[in-house]
């Protein structure tokens, strides 16, 4: 499938340039936006453990967003305006990642990870023979520090569910955050941008280059599989996953047969959708939060731990 | 210095065999870890040169950690392909810059440019022998 070489980054097609751009653009984001949620936590996850599990996680992301955005470096983009400096209605990252978490509300956390980490586990897949080789290269790193964030996850979501049936205070955090999760956690599998004929003008000017970009993102070779593929592959973990610690998932997708069909309706999407530019009001706030000090002290490029030396 | 290194038979780990390791990123050196035992010339002193750098939390090189994937020298200009034990490294900026001032600052090196790669992913298989004494010594059971 593989189409297109990617190995040169300076002679891509302005269509090659536009899919490698919005496929990074929305890994990094949501790494790099999760991460900044994550670390909330520290100094209030409920054990030292977990405290030092989430943190260590957020900073897992933080490197990986990293990754990905170094990548966009190829196009001439730096830290500073892909992070620091950027609109924020130009971040793409699912609604997911960006939402707050309700005070002390520990099942939210734990939750969101699973269906997040489960969702990236898929991705990266699809990414290990991308016809960009620094995608590719970059893949079995981030796939080696993952791992422990699916274990982390799912040791507490036993835990939380267990026992009690459907009577726990936990059983009962987890079923509302379920709840409140579950359409937003549908949008990582959003497509990039409206399709050609679609007829809202929202996303990254899709009808100006003319091109469906998700469907460029496959057809280039840059990910071996579809969102939809994605979206079946992840409903057929996460929902009998969920299932087995007596969870009601909202939309599970399942057709008779026990087969997955991922048919997202308009009906089981958040109004936002973050793929497209739509956020939640909680991503402004976000935004302001983590620009706030490169704004106070006015810099003008991310800081680093010590002076270049003589 | 080079009395300290390993000798190359001691390279028991090696990149996984199922695994095509793709160029783009930089020609990433065949066997791991690499060590310079079997450089030669200004190589041989880039080598050397980067032995002396200690990783920022062990009293260990960071030849001997495994980090340095290979080290060319083409036209006076030296490549270094370094990698990280880890992707959110706090000291990456740090350490890259050292490696490369280090690097060039060889003397018949002209320039030093540093590629940070990230496959084969580093992992504590790539410490030499020197490497897992030091650390042993450091109180890390490894």
């Known amino acids: ?310 | 210095m080079s009395s300290n290194r390993p000798e190359s038979t001691e390279t028991d780990a090696t990149p996984c065999a199922y695994t095509e390791y793709r160029s783009a990123d930089g020609d990433v050196a065949a066997e791991l870890p690499a060590t310079g035992a079997d450089a030669t010339g200004l190589e041989s002193d880039i080598w050397e040169a980067l032995y002396e750098i200690e990783d920022p939390e062990m009293p260990i090189s960071i030849v001997d950690l495994g980090l340095i994937y290979g080290v060319n020298v083409a036209e006076g200009v030296a490549t270094v392909d370094m990698t990280l034990t880890y992707s959110g490294c706090p000291a990456r900026e740090m350490l890259t810059e050292e490696v490369e001032e280090t690097a060039a600052a060889v003397e018949g090196v002209d320039d030093a440019e540093l590629r940070l790669v990230w496959n084969p992913p580093w992992t504590v298989d790539l410490v030499t022998e020197q490497g897992k004494e030091d650390l042993r010594e450091f109180g890390l059971s490894i």
């Open chain 1, 1 to 310: 499938m593989a189409t297109s070489d990617f190995s040169d980054p300076e002679n891509l097609s302005a269509r090659e340039r536009q899919a490698l751009e919005s496929l990074i653009k929305r890994l990094a984001d949501d790494e790099f936006v999760l991460a900044e949620r994550y670390t909330e936590w520290q100094v209030r996850a409920p054990t030292l453990e977990s405290d030092l599990a989430l943190a260590n996680n957020a900073q897992d992301e933080l490197g990986h967003a990293r990754l990905w955005y170094d990548v966009l470096g190829d196009l001439g983009y730096t830290e500073r305006e892909l992070v620091y400096e950027r609109d924020p209605a130009e971040f793409r990252h699912s609604t997911l990642v960006e939402l707050p978490f309700e005070e002390g509300d520990w099942a939210d956390a734990v939750l969101r990870s699973y269906l997040y980490d489960v969702a990236e586990e898929l991705r990266l897949e699809a990414l290990e023979d991308s016809s960009s080789p620094k995608i590719a290269n970059r893949v079995a790193k981030i796939q080696q520090e993952e791992g422990y964030h699916r274990e982390h996850a799912q040791n507490w979501l036993e835990r939380l569910a267990e026992g009690e049936s459907d009577s726990g205070e936990g059983h009962e955090r987890l079923q509302a955050a379920l709840d409140r999760l579950f359409p937003h956690a549908l949008t990582i599998f959003e497509p990039c941008a409206p399709p050609r004929d679609a007829s809202d003008a929202s996303g990254d000017e899709p009808r100006a280059a003319g091109s469906d970009i998700e469907a460029d993102i496959v057809d280039l070779g840059l990910r071996t599989a579809t969102l939809e593929e994605l979206g079946e592959e992840w409903l057929a973990i996460v929902v009998p996953y969920l299932e087995s610690l007596g969870l009601d998932v909202p939309e599970s997708g399942q057709t008779g047969d026990g087969e997955f069909e991922f048919e997202v309706t308009q009906e089981t999407l958040p109004d936002e959708r973050g793929r497209d530019g739509t956020h939640t009001d909680a991503w402004v706030d976000l935004y302001d939060d983590f620009t706030h000090t490169y704004r106070e002290l006015g810099r003008s490029e991310p800081t680093k731990i010590m002076e270049t030396p003589e």
